[in-house]
């Protein structure tokens, strides 16, 4: 059964400095989000990336944040320079008639 | 944008119970609305969804019904087990375009 795989599972880094997380969608999706979920908390809705654009994005979802899909099979969420309360985990997902999940990028921002 | 409220935010059932967990929804025009179990530290996996031309559906011990005309939408398990223990998020959508908008989640305990 094909999956959403995330790149890295953990990462930790320091406020302030800019990280990239890395998803590949399942392989004929065509739909492509980002989701973070603080520790203990619901998940909530970063960005939905549909033709190799934003279709809507969330208030979270600021200048910090961007979202790009750099080879048509990865897709990847930026954050520009980092904040303690980035540090969550962020979930994308891919739809086509069902939206499937990845692992999650637990970021710690130190 | 859709809004979804979820209740109870907290489930505590003995081993072979029901259980039921209720949402809303305020966008008319969501009609896609599934159901996600999350266990500690994994992803929100889904176990049924049911779309706006059906009333319910059900998988073995799990059934998903949607009222339309009232937004609301219920998750029901049946002869529950101690394995069902997680947190379970219900989630609305319109067309796949858009948001799929998140519960805060139902912590279900099931006890032996």
């Known amino acids: 059964e094909p999956e959403v795989t995330q790149t890295p599972s953990h990462q930790v880094t320091q406020m302030g400095q800019e990280v990239i997380l890395r998803c590949v969608p399942i392989?004929?999706?065509?739909?492509f989000y980002w989701y973070r979920q603080i520790l203990g908390q619901k998940v909530e809705f970063l960005v939905s990336f549909y033709n190799n654009e934003i279709s809507e994005k969330s208030e979270i979802f600021d200048d910090q944040f961007s979202v790009e899909r750099p080879d048509g099979s990865n897709f990847t969420l930026k954050i520009r320079s980092t904040k303690l309360e980035d540090s969550a985990m962020y979930f994308c997902?891919?739809?086509?008639?069902?939206?499937?999940f990845g692992p999650g990028t637990r970021l710690l921002v130190l | 944008g859709e809004n979804v409220e979820q209740h109870p935010s907290t489930l505590s059932v003995q081993e072979g119970d029901s259980a039921v967990i209720k949402c809303t929804y305020s966008?008319?025009?969501?009609?896609?609305f599934p159901w996600y179990k999350q266990e500690l530290g994994k992803r929100p996996q889904l176990i049924i969804d049911i779309r706006s031309n059906v009333g319910e559906k059900k998988d073995q011990r799990i059934a998903v019904t949607l009222n339309k005309t009232a937004k609301h939408f219920s998750l029901h398990i049946t002869e529950t087990q101690p394995e069902d223990s997680a947190v379970y998020f219900c989630?609305?959508?319109?067309?796949?375009?858009?948001?799929?908008?998140f519960g805060k989640g139902t912590t279900l305990s099931v006890s032996s």
């Open positions: 392989s004929n999706h065509l739909y």
């Open positions: 966008d008319s025009a969501s009609n896609y």
């Open positions: 989630a609305a959508s319109g067309q796949a375009g858009t948001a799929l908008i």
């Open positions: 997902a891919s739809r086509g008639s069902t939206a499937y």
